[in-house]
């Protein structure tokens, strides 16, 4: 009979909670399933004396993950900590310098640190399993390494922070404003305690980061991704797009071009009657393309109790069978340094401008897209104001530069009432 698996947990939050319930319920699946008995030797969070929920009287308690990470009768640290340095990062670096497989659902330290952990880890022939770190109970990290390892990935897509995208489709639902609805999210507690990790497209886009080092081979650089988040997207421009058969998402694009990985975590729009389009609420949604594949979509909980731990449990599952891959599914220290190629790749794009109503104002508008190489697919005028006449774009296929220089361009027209809006049309 194996020995048994032991776990030390660090972290007692939602997720751990988590945790531990599904290691008490499903003891014996758990052991069908692996082979082995998973049990918890010791448990460590901030604060001892809380009722969760659950019974932790079995397990010895450490106030210092860095002393449970460490711990003789500990085989796999499981870090539900979360932060990218301080407590999180230590531990995980002394569960390994101890000889211990590390589980952890913590997109922010992979994120920053995770080709130096990956490296520690590999030379030491230990593992460190995060699919509970991207999209919650998705199992998009087993989907990239495990089940389209015959594939090259063309390209990988998704909504991945639900708290984004329950704002956005709230907004447009009752027809609110992004302010009323964030603080609607702060009330209901729906917000990371720092809440720009949510909508500024930070914790979004740890995660793709992450994808794109899977996916394409690349070393983790989260600061090449070009991360912009939904603070300013505007009721008006989700109903307009709306209308145009469209949906704004805070959306994760990585795909390759020719002249590197162009990867990004922007509001862009959508067709509404996508997958993607029709994702409501803080549901997540990933989307894989690989060249043997064609794509593949992958929709669930990107967070909560239940989602979350089953990620968590499904790594430590193949740990209890001895199943370890490399980190990023190739040995870490053969991943490439990735070639920047934001913005790379073509789109269509919404543009929304307000123009002052006088005599060729449109004309000039036309002309200076015209003049930068950008096409106009579709245009429309509406809702006519004193003023000022606010007019939709719709642009065929261009080039990003050729989109910036001209709006550089317009903005020297005086034909702008304000400052024009530009969203990116990513074709799923
Ligand atoms: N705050 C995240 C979200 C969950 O809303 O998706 C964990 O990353």
């Known amino acids: 009979m194996p020995s048994p698996l032991r776990l030390g947990i660090a972290g007692l939050g939602t997720v751990g909670t988590g945790v531990v319930r599904i290691v008490q319920r499903q003891a014996a699946l758990l052991q069908a399933r692996t082979g082995r008995e998973i049990v918890i030797s010791a448990v460590s969070a901030r604060t001892r004396d809380r009722d969760r929920g659950v019974r932790l009287s079995d397990y010895a308690w450490e106030d210092d993950p860095v002393a449970l990470a460490t711990r003789d009768d500990v085989d796999v640290f499981v870090e539900l900590m979360g932060g990218s340095d301080g407590p999180a990062k230590a531990a995980t670096e002394a569960a390994l310098k101890a000889g211990k497989d590390v589980v952890t659902a913590n997109k922010a330290l992979l994120a920053m640190h995770g080709q ?8 030491a022939g230990l593992s460190i399993r995060y699919e509970a770190a991207v999209a919650g109970g998705i199992p998009c990290i087993k989907a990239l390494s495990e089940g389209l390892s015959g594939n090259e990935i063309t390209r990988v897509m998704g909504v991945m922070n639900g708290t984004c995208n329950y704002i956005l489709t709230r907004m447009q639902a009752a027809h609110l404003d992004y302010q009323t609805v964030f603080a609607e999210c702060e009330e209901l507690g ?15 886009g740890h995660k793709l980061a992450l994808l794109v080092a899977l996916a394409f081979g690349t070393k983790v650089d989260f600061n090449a991704l070009t991360i912009e988040g939904i603070e ?10 709306a209308d145009m058969g469209y949906r704004i998402k805070l959306l994760g694009v990585a795909q390759t071009t020719g002249r590197g990985v162009d990867a990004r975590m922007t509001p862009c729009l959508v067709p509404a009657a ?8 803080p549901t997540n949604m990933i989307v894989l393309e690989g060249d043997s594949v064609g794509q593949i ?17 499904a790594d430590v599952a193949d740990l209890a069978r001895g199943f370890r891959l490399p980190v990023f599914g190739q040995r870490a220290a053969s991943l490439r340094l990735g070639e920047r190629a934001n913005n790379a790749s073509p789109a269509a794009y919404y543009l929304r401008m307000a123009l002052v ?8 508008i036309a002309t200076v897209l015209g003049d930068a190489g950008v096409s106009i697919d579709r245009m429309r005028q509406y809702g006519h104001e004193a003023a000022t006449a606010p007019v939709l774009i719709v642009t065929h ?9 001209a709006l550089e361009a317009l903005s020297s027209t005086e034909v702008l009432a304000s400052e024009p ?3 990116r049309i990513e074709e799923v």
């Open 357 to 364: 109503d006088k005599p060729g104002a449109l004309a000039k």
């Open 421 to 423: 809006v530009a969203l």
């Open 397 to 405: 296929k261009t080039q990003q530069e050729a989109l910036a220089m």
């Open 190 to 204: 729906y917000l990371e305690a720092d809440p720009t990790l949510d909508v500024g497209g930070i914790d979004a």
């Open 116 to 123: 130096a952990l990956a490296e520690m880890a590999e030379e």
């Open 274 to 281: 996508s997958p993607l389009g029709q994702l409501e609420g």
């Open 297 to 313: 979509v992958l929709r669930g909980a990107g967070a909560g109790e239940g989602p979350t731990a089953s990620a968590v449990i």
């Open 232 to 241: 300013r997207v505007t009721i008006e421009d989700i109903e307009q797009a």
